[in-house]
């Protein structure tokens, strides 16, 4: 009986550990502009809804997002009005690894 325990106990030990690779996540980022980016975008949006729309349009292209955060980097800053002009905010998005290519494809960066 005392065998059967450690036998158990030895196979959960390595099966559990082969469950997390599913998890497995990668984090891409986007400089954020004026208003070229391609989701729904107003100037007066707050952080959250901002990643209420970045995380609506990444869904509808069947990316699995994970989590979304703000940084900002003035290097990337720009001081013009054209649409295409970066604001310094750098979007970090966590993503499902297996979604990696497709987000390169939207063009997001790592």
């Known amino acids: 009986m005392k ?13 559990l550990p082969s469950c997390k690779k599913d998890d ?3 984090i891409f980022y986007w400089d954020e502009t004026g208003c070229a980016d391609p989701w729904k ?3 007066d949006d707050t952080e959250e809804e901002r990643k209420v729309e970045i995380k609506r349009y990444l869904e509808n ?3 699995n997002v994970k989590n979304i955060e703000f940084e900002f980097d003035q290097a990337k800053q720009q001081f013009c009005y054209a649409c295409n002009c970066t604001t ?7 993503v499902a690894g297996s979604d990696e290519q497709l987000m390169k494809k939207l063009n997001f960066y790592q």
């Open 41 to 43: 975008q107003n100037s």
């Open 24 to 26: 497995a996540s990668t």
């Open 61 to 63: 292209r069947n990316v």
């Open 88 to 94: 310094g905010r750098v979007i970090v998005v966590k």
């Open 3 to 15: 065998n059967q325990l450690i036998i158990i106990i030895l196979i959960l030990f390595g099966v």
